[in-house]
């Protein structure tokens, strides 16, 4: 394991993140959760098991108005829990308090792989996806958590191993291999 590897596994909160962690850092619009979904087939398609951890900017609702556990929320219910045979739903109101990355992990059932999309402070590998047309500043050259860059073209003077963004197989045992996972 490399220094940058072992740096990138301990959170910036000094708790140690787990070895399985690979983050995906890129500009609105460039295909974060395109590729993740991609990534996440291939994986499943070989056997691990994924977790994924979705940061979002602003207030979002996952729930559906007029259902019960909404409407649960919306009477001020600061944690509501649903179940069923096939799914579990953890909703915690934070009020203006944003949990730590590392708080989520805790949260989560012990798996191969977590994919983070977002928390781009967060100590952690990365891979950055990159798209010329948007017109946007690279992100590798003020992140030195990012690792490779993926793109659907040529990124001239990128020092990090640049991989084509339409090879998911590829992309899917590089981040295998920077995380330490062996694929079945």
Not at 115 to 122: I, N, P
Not at 135 to 144: A, I, M, S, T, V
Request: glycine share 6%; net charge negative.
């Amino acid at each position: 394991m490399t220094d940058k590897t072992t740096d990138a596994m301990i959170g910036l909160h000094a708790e140690p993140l787990p070895a399985s962690l690979f983050g995906l850092a890129g500009w609105s619009g460039s295909g974060k959760t395109t590729l993740a979904e991609q990534l996440i087939t291939e994986w499943t398609a070989q056997g691990l098991d994924v977790a994924t951890i979705k940061h979002a900017h602003h207030e979002f609702e996952a729930d559906t108005p007029g259902k019960d556990s909404w409407r649960h929320r919306k009477a001020g219910a600061r944690q509501v829990l649903v179940s069923s045979a096939l799914r579990t739903a953890h909703f915690v109101e934070h009020n203006s308090t944003e949990p730590f990355l590392s708080q989520l992990l805790d949260r989560l059932l012990p798996c191969d792989l977590v994919l983070v999309e977002g928390f781009k402070r967060e100590a952690m590998l990365k891979l950055e996806i990159f798209r010329a047309e948007l017109g946007k500043p690279q992100l590798y050259k003020e992140d030195d958590q990012i690792i490779a860059v993926a793109s659907d073209s040529p990124v001239s003077g990128c020092p990090l191993p640049v991989l084509d963004l339409n090879d998911i197989p590829a992309i899917a045992d590089f981040v295998c291999e920077a995380v330490g996972l062996s694929r079945s």
